[in-house]
């Protein structure tokens, strides 16, 4: 039903910036709620921020409330995940994912089994 790559990964130093990219294939973008996940060496894929198809429902796992933004824009079939004042503990390969599910009210789907496509990853290292 739908493709999703990421891009805007890479290396940079502790405090600075990066934006990441998802892009989906398809007409039907604006049905999906979408989240950035991330997994780090030797650990479990965690929910890093989600937002629901409209925009109307954004959340954000504690450690990155503050520093981190994601947003979408439907008419280009994109979300983005702004992050700032990077810290080495953000390393990790960031996933978006897409969900088929309604966000309910000011809940936010966060569990990976609650999405449907995935795309495959894009490398973040920051650097202390």
């Known amino acids: 039903q739908v493709q999703l790559v990421e891009s805007g990964g890479g290396l940079v130093q502790a405090g600075g910036s990066l934006r990441l990219s998802c892009a989906a294939s398809?007409?039907?973008?604006?049905?999906?709620?979408m989240g950035w996940f991330r997994q780090a060496p030797g650990k479990e894929r965690e929910i890093v921020a989600a937002?629901?198809?409209?925009?109307?429902?954004?959340s954000y796992v504690d450690s990155v409330k503050g520093r981190f933004t994601i947003s979408r824009d439907n008419a280009k079939s994109t979300v983005y995940l702004q992050m700032n004042s990077l810290k080495p503990e953000d390393t990790a390969v960031y996933y978006c994912?897409?969900?088929?599910?309604?966000?309910?009210?000011?809940?936010?789907?966060?569990?990976?089994?609650?999405?449907?496509?995935w795309g495959q990853g894009t490398q973040v290292t920051v650097s202390s």
């Open positions: 994912a897409a969900t088929l599910r309604t966000f309910i009210g000011t809940y936010a789907y966060t569990r990976g089994d609650e999405y449907d496509y």
């Open positions: 398809g007409r039907t973008f604006s049905t999906y709620g």
């Open positions: 937002i629901s198809r409209s925009g109307g429902i954004v």
